[in-house]
């Protein structure tokens, strides 16, 4: 790059008419590339089990996320952003990775997740990033043995609770048992509490808030993993009555029981409510579901106000999203094991310098696309053993689609390919196959597959899907 005597050495060939104007150039190149190199800051908030259709910008005219419309309307929201494996776990290390569960592993235990590869915090750390970890962690090794600087208001699995936990509906806790606050050598905190708690989302805020006051002359990544709306479900504090329960609404596609065994009837999450559901177990469900959503909202407002008063909102990209949805009563399940619209679809709005305001996608893409999108953000060099595609071409209106079709898996029980209309399901343990046209049938009500006038459809999907799990190498296509 030219340095100020340099041009002016060149310069002094020219006409003097021209020395002026060339200099200038010089600079504004300079400045270009100092732009281009730039590095913002990083903040990824992340909620646990959000159903994609519970913010109140993106067309739910009931509940209260008054933080999330901000970052809507200040920002562009993807639509059919997926989940390709939707349990905690899975869907956490898929981000991590940037790759999917067949590579790195998780894709039937946990315990045997790949260490070895490269993970987002530990490519943004070389990028010259401080890399923070706040809440929630659900994957195999310790923040800082993944590649994290330093972890702050940590909350991992502990010790369980000599007697049973109650939720707000007084049932027996399930989930979080015997979670705790801790530190990253595991020294446990019971005095913050043992499992969820009603306001634990206002002190993962709280942690998060003392990181982003710290002065630092390097750009942070700060992953903030809350635990809501996940059950138990417990009333967060001065929300008890905003939801009427007997004001609600059961989803559109609500049944007292799905019409097969899906791989996971059995499972923990189908056991919070007895079969059949009724509709007034699910609006009392949703009442709360909707309360702790928006309290979480509420700190994520304490969040963002804390990057303006910090100077920090121009230099900061904002990514919201959530690690799977969840069924609440749609198709009479409870749980997110499984590959309908309101599960593997996911929340995700980005926010930040150069990002359309207001602008609404409908790109296909996956959760662990973060890993590419950030490592653009950061101006580095992506690794090779990555899975995953970067949405800046979106963010920058260069294109529109990411992906002709994308694909989800859980264990053996279920495989899914979705293209811009159709959603092909299979269901190998129920030897089951579902056909979808989501264009006319957005709340998947109508399975398609044993018409005659849809066999070609279903043929070529499962084409394509047959030969993306084979590429992708999925146990069963061996």
């Not at 989940?83 to 940037?98: Q, V």
């Amino acid at each position: 790059m030219l340095q100020f005597k340099d041009a002016i050495n060149t310069a002094s060939a020219l006409p003097a008419l021209f020395l002026l104007a060339f200099v200038a150039s010089v600079f504004w190149a300079q400045s270009v590339q100092a732009e281009k190199v730039a590095q913002p800051n990083i903040l990824f908030l992340f909620s646990d089990d959000q159903r994609p259709d519970t913010i109140g910008a993106l067309g739910n005219p009931v509940i209260q996320t008054p933080n999330l419309d901000r970052l809507v309307k200040q920002g562009t929201s993807f639509t059919r952003a997926t989940c390709a494996y939707p349990l905690c776990f899975p869907s956490r290390t898929e981000i991590l990775t940037g790759c999917t569960g067949f590579r790195n592993k998780v894709f039937l235990s946990n315990r045997d997740a790949d260490l070895s590869l490269p993970t987002l915090p530990a490519v943004l750390n070389k990028a010259g990033y401080q890399s923070y970890w706040v809440g929630k962690w659900h994957m195999a090794g310790r923040p800082m043995s993944r590649g994290f600087t330093e972890s702050l208001g940590l909350f991992a699995s502990g010790r369980r609770p000599k007697e049973p936990q109650f939720d707000s509906k007084g049932r027996i806790v399930t989930g979080y048992v015997g979670w705790m606050f801790q530190t990253d050598d595991r020294k446990l905190m019971p005095e913050r509490g043992v499992g969820l708690t009603p306001n634990i989302s206002q002190v993962f805020a709280e942690s998060a808030i003392e990181l982003l006051k710290r002065k630092s002359d390097k750009p942070f990544f700060l992953y903030v993993n809350f635990t809501a709306p996940h059950d138990p479900l417990l009333m967060p504090p001065k929300w008890n009555n905003v939801y009427d329960w007997r004001k609600m609404k059961v989803p559109e596609n609500f049944l007292p029981r799905h019409p097969f065994d899906h791989g996971n009837f059995n499972g923990r999450d189908e056991k919070l409510l007895p079969w059949p559901r009724t509709k007034d177990d699910i609006k009392k469900e949703l009442a709360t579901y909707y309360a702790v959503i928006s309290h979480m909202d509420e700190q994520i407002g304490k969040i963002l106000d804390v990057l303006d008063k910090t100077g920090q909102t121009n230099n900061t990209i904002v990514v919201y999203a959530s690690d799977h949805g969840l069924a609440l009563g749609s198709h009479g399940l409870m749980g997110k094991q499984n590959m309908y619209e309101h599960t593997i679809n996911v929340p995700l709005i980005f926010r930040g310098s150069g990002i359309p305001e207001g602008k609404i996608s409908n790109a296909q893409c996956y959760l662990r696309d973060l890993f590419p999108t950030f490592c653009d953000f950061a101006n580095t060099a992506k690794p090779k053993s990555l899975q995953s595609r970067s949405l800046l071409p979106i963010l920058q209106n260069q294109t529109n689609e990411i992906y002709p079709f994308i694909v989800g898996y859980y264990r053996h029980a279920q495989r899914m390919i979705r293209t811009d209309r159709w959603k092909l399901i299979q269901y190998p343990e129920a030897k089951k196959t579902q056909l979808f046209d989501l264009k006319n049938d957005p709340y998947e009500l109508n399975n398609l597959s044993q018409k005659p006038e849809h066999a070609l459809t279903k043929q070529a999907l499962d084409h394509q899907l047959t030969n993306w799990l084979r590429e992708h190498q999925d146990p069963l296509q061996k």
